[in-house]
């Protein structure tokens, strides 16, 4: 009978023992699964932002094009939107990028390219103001980004 009675504390003990394991193995594994999620949903919003980068120049671009043919200042409405939008989403990947150099380093490429070209599109307007631009003067836009 003691023999069964060990037996039975054996068997429990290690069947508790694999609970145990199996319990410290799924916690493990859903710790990675998070971990992976949080990743990914940084990825999704860096990407955003610099689609959003992306966008403000493009309507600053638009509206300053726009301004330039038209010479109606309601174009130069979605520009000075623009030019102050593309830095808010600078910023905002440079806080999700704090902890990567690699991508700090990309990032700030991006920012002296960025304000290349709000400097260029500042010129232009200034440039109109005073005399017509020129094609060769409109042609330089395009070797900036």
């Given at each position: ?11 429990f003990?290690?069947?508790?023992g694999?609970?145990?394991?199996l ?18 949903n ?17 309507d ?13 200042k309601?174009f130069l ?5 623009g ?6 989403h ?24 960025a ?10 307007l ?11 003067e409109?042609?330089v836009?395009?070797s900036?980004m």
């Amino acid at each position: 009978m003691n023999t069964q009675i060990n037996k039975f504390h054996l068997s429990f003990i290690t069947a508790l023992g694999l609970v145990f394991i199996l319990a410290i193995f799924s916690y493990t594994k859903v710790r990675t699964i998070i971990t992976s999620a949080a990743l990914v949903n940084n990825s999704k919003q860096i990407t955003l932002d610099l689609e959003k980068i992306s966008g403000s120049l493009t309507d600053a671009e638009t509206g300053q094009r726009g301004y330039l043919l038209t010479k109606d200042k309601i174009f130069l409405e979605p520009f000075n939107e623009g030019l102050r939008e593309y830095p808010q989403h600078i910023k905002a990947v440079r806080q999700l990028i704090f902890n990567d150099p690699e991508q700090k380093i990309k990032l700030a490429a991006i920012e002296v390219l960025a304000q290349r070209r709000e400097d260029y599109m500042h010129k232009i307007l200034e440039i109109d103001r005073l005399r017509a631009t020129t094609v060769k003067e409109l042609l330089v836009g395009k070797s900036i980004m």
